[in-house]
Structure formats: structure tokens, C-alpha cells
């Protein structure tokens, strides 16, 4: 592999690119930090380059703790993260630091949801984040024009605004028409700030460049068109979904200098320039100080395209593409391909059979008609070729 980047490593110090080296016995080592902030579109918030997800988080104060003594001063969350535990740890371990911190949460406003719901939903995570307010509002996961052609959340956000429950709003998403429901929102002026799924394997010039040999094909093409719109209307812009679906266990023998395929995932986003952040799913200190090695970075290093493309063709063929619904409606059964191929993801590359479970919850029995198949029907429904049949069959076993 090449060495890193000796001018980019000089520029931003050891501490934070060096996090998961090994070390002599003995050996102090600086802690590692945030290196760089960057103030969010016309917003004037200033957050770290790397801000902390926690749609994992329940219960666990002290990790939030480490994140604050590292200089992470973001804290992305939504009502529907582990049943609104997310929230109420972020609450607690917060308290008496608030001033200190930006937190964005998030609700979902559909094409018929009230003003006062928005509402409702506001105060219960205000209340369990044990603040009045907060820096960002997303309408959550939208992937659907009529969401944001309903007014109630125009009247409701006003009046949040005038109340000082909340200083700015936006819309999250990662689904199939991400980029027209951008475009709706940019030419409507609706966001003050946008949450979207963005990682190297979206790009076209990565898989053209490095994975013509895989047949892989990226998917929305459109987005760095969309968000250098954003960025040029002043939108705030932070990106997640950054990791690619966040297989590590099988890329540490690949890995080497001190650098990691999540340092150069998250260092890929950053030298785009086409986000003022991002944020990452944290779930351990270990993780957070990994994921710190890239803090700072305003372009890859040297050895990143080839650890990027090692991944890509290690488990292109067991990911789903953000923003790809090539698979809906093959099943006659109704069984929700999509969440099953992100429940396996859940179980298997991230460990966490409670988060797969959950993302299975609500297709019900249709989320087990994997179990009984016996024409499988959506063996060529994936435009990439991946294997659903067998897929959805391991995640169906979860539910």
C-alpha cells in the first residue's frame, strides 16, 4: 500500500490520523480530537466534520461523554431511534453541557400529518432530551414529493421557530428518489439544512475509475449535482449512510500505517467538498476514536482508493445500493425485500440482531414468507446482481 499522505499528515498532526495505530508498550499517545470545524450552509452553526449518529445509542451516557471530551459537538438523533432511548440518554448525559452542543432530531411529516402532531412530536423529544430546544428539526427519511407539499409542516415549523423550540429545519433522506425531493425542497426553499445518504460507493467517478472490473453500477447518479446546489444556496449540508453499510470485521488485514477503511470511507466524504459534515453511527469509545483519525482530512490519502475498492469488491455482492428499489414488488408474497437485505446488514455486518429485528417489526408475517418459498421468484429482481433469495432467507430467520 502507499504511504499516507506525508503533506495532509503534516497539516493536521498525529492525534487524529494515528488513533488506531499500534503503539510500543508504554507509549503515550495523544488523545485524539476533532481537527477541523466548518460552519453549516447559512445556518452559522459551527460542527465538527465528524458529528456523532446515535441511532444505535440506549443508555449508554459514558460513551456520549467520550465523545465530548474528543471535541465532537454534534449529536444527530430522532424520536424513533431505539424506541426514543437515543434521545433520552443524549438528555441525560447532556445535561449541564448544553450550551456547548448542536443536537438535530428528527420526526416524520407525512402528506397528511397536523400541525399539532408536528407539534406532539416535538415536545416529546424535547422533553426527553431535557431541553427546550434544538439547533435542527429533519422531517425524517423522506423519499416522497407530497411530504413536502404538505403546508402543516410550513405553519408548524413557524410557530416552533417564533416559540424558540427550534432554530432551523430540514429533511433526511436515502431512498430511491432522494434527488427529486431535494430539487423540490431547494427550488422551494423549504430546508435550512439537509441530512442525505452520501459515501463513495454513490459516486460514478469512483466506479468508473475502480470497479469497472465488478460490474457495479452507481446508484443516483444525480446527487453531487443536488447538493452542489444545495451548497451554492447556502443549504447546510451533512451526510450519512458514510461507511457503505459498515463491514469492518473483514478488512483489518488490509489495513495499514495507522489507517483504516473507515478513515478513508469518512476521509472520502470530507474531500469531496460536496458536505460541511457528516456523521457516523458511534456505538463504541474504540469506534469513536477510530473514526476521529479522519477528522481534520480536506482529501483522501494515497492508499484510500485502493482500500475503498478492496471493499467494494468484498461485499458489493451482499449490499444494497441507497437509493436503488429495483427489488420492489418481485415477491408476490409481499415480503419487503429491501428490509430484509438491511436486516441482514443489521445482524450480520454490524452484529446488532436487536436493530435487524426492529427493522423487520413492521412488514409482520410477510417479513418470514422467505421461509416457505419455493419459486422464488426474485432470484433476477436486484440490477446488481446480488443473491436476494439467499439474503432475505438469513434475515428472514431473524424474524
Known sequence: MDPIDRREFLRIGTAGLLATAAAPAGAAQTPPAIQRRAVLGKTGLRVPDIGFGSSRLDGDEALVQHALARGITYFDTAESYTDGASETTLGRALRGRRDEVIVATKTSCGAATTRQQLMQALEGSLRRLQTDRVEIYFNHAVNDRARLRNDEWSEFAARARKDGKIRFTGMSGHGGRLVECLDHALDDQLVDVVLVAYNFGQDPAFHERFTRSFDFVAMQPDLPRVLRK????????VAMKTLRGAKLNDMRPFEAGGATFAQAALRWVLASALADALIVTMSSTDAIDEYLGASGWTRSARADSALLARYESRNGNSQCRYGCSGCAGACPAGAPIADLLRARMYAEDYGDAKLARAALAGAGS?????????????????PHGLPIAELALRAARLA
Not at 444545495?230 to 449540508?237: I, L, P
Not at 410477510?366 to 422464488?376: F, G, V
Request: glycine share 8%; net charge positive; with cysteine.
Open 230 to 237: 444545495a451548497r451554492a444556496q447556502g443549504v447546510g449540508v
Open 366 to 382: 410477510r417479513a418470514t414468507a422467505c421461509l416457505t418459498c419455493s419459486d422464488a421468484q426474485c432470484l433476477n429482481a436486484c
